[in-house]
T-cell receptor, first 113, second 112 residues
Framework: EAGVAQSPRYKIIEKRQSVAFWCNPI?????LYWYQQILGQGPKLLIQ????????DSQLPKDRFSAERLKGVDSTLKIQPAKLEDSAVYLC???????????FGSGTRLTVV | AQTVTQSQPEMSVQEAETVTLSCTYD???????LFWYKQPPSRQMILVIR??????QNATENRFSVNFQKAAKSFSLKISDSQLGDAAMYFC?????????FGAGTRLTVKP
């Protein structure tokens, strides 16, 4: 089966600019996650979707981050405006059942200068 | 907060030797799942092994095995016959109540 696809692979922007990341999960996986991984740390959940509904966005900085999953398939994560501390790898994952683990994409490395 | 702790930021092993990575976790639940993920420089997190908390038998996957000590809330990963391709960041994770939480990771270096 095809894996979780993410784009772009790298992005460099200036602070206060906007950026968007795209994720296409494994076909049939109802649950989709966006994680932020700051250098030297483990991934931290930003938002979880079940189909096209939000299950958990408690750690999403809603003043600047937004995410959507139209039609319950692919998803976009947007940052507007970006801050220096948003520099991180943004990982997308999907799962059929959370108990068996997630399948991750290769992530987008964002650098804010 | 219910946390996952990996006390070894870095570990090193000689090729063909065995290494053990430590992980402890905190949870008030009796039903939960534990995972080890590998993250090579390509950044993609790859599931290495999983353990259901209700199972007493330790999980094994080829050269990878775990030592699950439920009372101590410990979940260590043993890599036998280490290979150069095992070099990566390893993350321990705990899932319960719709919440997957990761540790800070251990960087494993394999020396030829």
């Amino acid at each position: 089966e095809a894996g979780v696809a993410q784009s772009p692979r790298y992005k460099i922007i200036e602070k206060r600019q906007s950026v968007a990341f795209w994720c296409n999960p494994i076909s049939g996986h109802a649950t989709l996650y966006w994680y932020q991984q700051i250098l030297g740390q483990g991934p931290k959940l930003l938002i979880q979707f079940q189909n096209n509904g939000v299950v958990d966005d408690s750690q999403l900085p809603k003043d600047r981050f937004s995410a959507e999953r139209l039609k319950g398939v692919d998803s976009t994560l947007k940052i507007q405006p970006a801050k220096l501390e948003d520099s991180a790898v943004y990982l997308c994952a999907s799962s059929l059942s959370q108990r068996v683990g997630y399948t991750f994409g290769s992530g987008t490395r964002l650098t804010v200068v | 907060a219910q946390t996952v702790t990996q006390s070894q930021p870095e570990m090193s092993v000689q090729e063909a030797e065995t290494v053990t990575l430590s992980c402890t976790y905190d949870t008030s639940e009796s039903d939960y799942y534990l995972f080890w993920y590998k993250q090579p420089p390509s950044r993609q997190m790859i599931l290495v092994i999983r353990q259901e908390a209700y199972k007493q038998q330790n999980a094994t996957e080829n050269r990878f095995s775990v030592n699950f000590q439920k009372a101590a809330k410990s979940f260590s990963l043993k890599i036998s016959d280490s290979q150069l391709g095992d070099a990566a960041m390893y993350f321990c994770a705990r899932y319960n109540n719709n919440d997957m939480r990761f540790g800070a990771g251990t960087r494993l270096t394999v020396k030829p």
